[in-house]
């Protein structure tokens, strides 16, 4: 069983930046793929950024070139550095550890979120 605890969420106006941090403790975290979620009431949650356990990562085209996803094994932490930061970022953040070979909100592991807001 895994645990995660974001931070780093705050108020931010538009063009500043925020790192998002996600512990982990429950062991195991080094061998987890790992993903930032985030999600608005009324629309779907969207995958914003993964990395692998060799730390090849992916992200969404709506933060491509902004956003930054890394891992610290040592420290069991994963953070999203969000740099240029635009309205449409508002929205709380998840982190999760993929449970299996695909994203699975009833099996991966989840965060309580943290909320971003970026001011106008």
């Known amino acids: 069983q895994v645990q995660l605890v974001e931070s780093g969420g705050g108020l931010v106006p538009a063009g500043g930046s925020l790192r998002l941090s996600c512990a982990a403790s429950?062991?195991?975290?080094?061998?987890?793929?790992m993903g930032w979620f985030r999600q608005t009431p009324g629309k779907q949650r969207e995958l914003v950024a993964q990395?692998?356990?060799?730390?090849?990562?992916n992200y969404a085209d709506s933060v491509k070139g902004r956003f930054t996803i890394s891992r610290d094994n040592a420290k069991n932490t994963v953070y999203l550095q969000m740099n240029s930061l635009k309205p449409e970022d508002t929205a709380v953040y998840y982190c999760?550890?993929?449970?299996?070979?695909?994203?699975?909100?009833?099996?991966?592991?989840w965060g309580q979120g943290t909320q971003v807001t970026v001011s106008s």
């Open positions: 429950g062991g195991g975290f080094s061998s987890y793929p």
């Open positions: 999760a550890a993929k449970y299996g070979s695909s994203w699975n909100e009833r099996k991966d592991y």
């Open positions: 990395i692998s356990d060799d730390r090849r990562t």
